[in-house]
C-alpha cells in the first residue's frame, strides 16, 4: 500500500466582482485568491488490487459519499490516466464547511497531486490544473501551489500573482453556512444595505471589495452588523467577506497582535462563532 499525507489550505477572497451572468448558467468573476496558514491534512492510500474509494472525515456534516468533491477528483484523475486500484482518503478537517474559504476545494486539488504522487507522476502540472479547472472555480487556484493568483471566467483561469502577506487576520464564522449557488442566483437583484461599507477599502494589498456581500447581507443580518463594528476597531485595516461567505476577515493593522482583535471579537459574536488568527499570503 502506498500513502502520502498533505496539508490542504484554506483561502480568502482578497476581492471578488461578479461581472454577469454566462449563458451556461455560471458568472464571470474577477478575484484575487491568497493562501492561508489555516488548513486540513489529507491522506491518501492507494492499493493496486481492487477499484473502490472510501472517505472518512472528522467533520460529521461533510458527506463522504460521491458527492464530496474529492471523490470527483478522483474519479477525473483515473479517467484521465486510466490507473485502478482501491483508494482511502481521510480528511482531517480544521478549515469549516460552507464558510467561503475553499476547504472542500483545496481538498479536491490536493487529492489530485497526491494521487499523482502516488501513481508516479503521470500528469504534468499543467495537466493537473486544468483538470482542477473542471472540478470547481476554486480548485484549479489550490492546484497551482502558489500563495496567491487572480481567477477570471468561473474563476478556474488562474494566473499567479506577487504575494502580498504575510497579511495577519482574523477570521469569523458565525454559526451557520452560506451556500454558493444561492448567494449568486441572487446577486443581481440584491440591494445594499443603508448605513453598509460596500464601497472598495483602499489598503496596500488592493482594493478589498466583494460583490456577494449585497445578497447574502440581506438574508443574514448578522454579517453587514459584524462588519460595521469590525470596522470600528482601532486594530483594523479592512473587513469584508470572503467567497460567498459565511466567513468575515479582519486584516489588522501593522505590528498589532491578532489575538488582542480575536478576544474582542469572540466577546462581540459570542462563543457560537468560530474565530481564528491565521496569516495569508
Known amino acids: 500500500?502506498?500513502?502520502?499525507?498533505?496539508?490542504?489550505?484554506?483561502?480568502?477572497?482578497?476581492?471578488?466582482?461578479?461581472?454577469?451572468?454566462?449563458?451556461?448558467?455560471?458568472?464571470?468573476?474577477?478575484?484575487?485568491?491568497?493562501?492561508?496558514?489555516?488548513?486540513?491534512?489529507?491522506?491518501?492510500?492507494?492499493?493496486?488490487?481492487?477499484?473502490?474509494?472510501?472517505?472518512?472525515?472528522?467533520d460529521p456534516t461533510v458527506p463522504t459519499d460521491g458527492t464530496n468533491l474529492v471523490a470527483k477528483a478522483l474519479r477525473l484523475f483515473q479517467e484521465r490516466t486510466g490507473v485502478k486500484g482501491a483508494w482511502e482518503i481521510d480528511l482531517e478537517k480544521r478549515v469549516p464547511a460552507g464558510a467561503g474559504l475553499g476547504g472542500g476545494s483545496g481538498n479536491a486539488a490536493v487529492v489530485l497531486?497526491?494521487?499523482?504522487?502516488?501513481?508516479?507522476?503521470l500528469l504534468s502540472q499543467e495537466a493537473l490544473v486544468e483538470m482542477a479547472g473542471g472540478i470547481g472555480a476554486d480548485v484549479a487556484f489550490f492546484a497551482l501551489e502558489e500563495a496567491a493568483a487572480d481567477g477570471t471566467g468561473r474563476g478556474e483561469r488562474v494566473v499567479p500573482v506577487v504575494s502580498p502577506g504575510p497579511i495577519t487576520m482574523v477570521l469569523i464564522k458565525p454559526p451557520f453556512p452560506v451556500a454558493t449557488p444561492w448567494a449568486y442566483q441572487r446577486w443581481r437583484d440584491s440591494q445594499e444595505m443603508p448605513g453598509v461599507l460596500y464601497a472598495p477599502q483602499i489598503t496596500p494589498w488592493g482594493e478589498l471589495v466583494n460583490d456577494l456581500e449585497r445578497p447574502v447581507f440581506e438574508k443574514y443580518l448578522l454579517l453587514p452588523s459584524l462588519k460595521t463594528w469590525l470596522l470600528r476597531q482601532g486594530e483594523c485595516r479592512g473587513a469584508?467577506?470572503?467567497?460567498?461567505?459565511?466567513?468575515?476577515?479582519?486584516?489588522?493593522?501593522?505590528?498589532?497582535?491578532?489575538?488582542?482583535?480575536?478576544?474582542?471579537?469572540?466577546?462581540?459574536?459570542?462563543?457560537?462563532?468560530?474565530?481564528?488568527?491565521?496569516?495569508?499570503?
Not at 113 to 121: I, Q, V
Not at 254 to 281: F, M
Open 1 to 58: 500500500m502506498k500513502e502520502v499525507t498533505l496539508f490542504s489550505p484554506a483561502k480568502i477572497n482578497l476581492w471578488l466582482r461578479v461581472l454577469g451572468r454566462r449563458e451556461d448558467g455560471f458568472h464571470e468573476v474577477a478575484t484575487r485568491m491568497l493562501r492561508l496558514s489555516l488548513g486540513d491534512e489529507v491522506t491518501i492510500r492507494m492499493r493496486s488490487a481492487g477499484d473502490s474509494l472510501k472517505i472518512r472525515c472528522s
Open 113 to 121: 497531486r497526491g494521487a499523482n504522487e502516488l501513481t508516479g507522476g
Open 240 to 281: 469584508l467577506m470572503s467567497g460567498s461567505g459565511s466567513t468575515m476577515f479582519a486584516i489588522t493593522k501593522d505590528g498589532v497582535d491578532g489575538e488582542i482583535l480575536a478576544e474582542r471579537v469572540r466577546g462581540y459574536v459570542g462563543e457560537s462563532a468560530w474565530v481564528q488568527v491565521v496569516r495569508a499570503g
